[in-house]
Nanobody, 121 residues
Framework: QVHLVESGGGLVKPGDSLKLSCEPSGRSVSSYAIGWFRQVPGKEREFVAAIPNSGQTSYYQDSVKGRFAIFRGMANNTVYLQMNNLKPEDTAVYYC??????????????WGQGTQVTVSS
């Protein structure tokens, strides 16, 4: 079983940065792709970014390209989402997930509990 815990969310102003962490426990996630998704009330969960277990290039939703970066920590299994130049439309609960590389939530078998990101002036 894989257990994922997100952290790093908060309230920031437009243009600020945040770094979200996705820390796994239980089984190793080194063989899984990790995806970040976000959701606002009343809307479907939306793909943000994904990083493969190895080899392939990371993948981003168009609206976050050039502003967000997904990467794995060097010393551990933690996966990070660096978010720069945040915009009010980035406000959502952010979830990380482990599973098969792709942009569909159905690719992912394990999910964290989410962390709230609010961007407001």
């Amino acid at each position: 079983q894989v257990h994922l815990v997100e952290s790093g969310g908060g309230l920031v102003k437009p243009g600020d940065s945040l770094k979200l962490s996705c820390e796994p426990s239980g089984r190793s996630v080194s063989s899984y792709a990790i995806g970040w998704f976000r959701q606002v009330p009343g809307k479907e969960r939306e793909f943000v970014a994904a990083i493969p277990n190895s080899g392939q290039t990371s993948y981003y939703q168009d609206s976050v390209k050039g502003r967000f970066a997904i990467f794995r920590g060097m010393a551990n299994n933690t996966v990070y989402l660096q978010m720069n130049n945040l915009k009010p439309e980035d406000t959502a609960v952010y979830y990380c997930a482990a599973g098969r590389y792709g942009s569909s939530p159905r690719n992912y078998d394990y999910w964290g509990q989410g962390t709230q990101v609010t961007v407001s002036s």
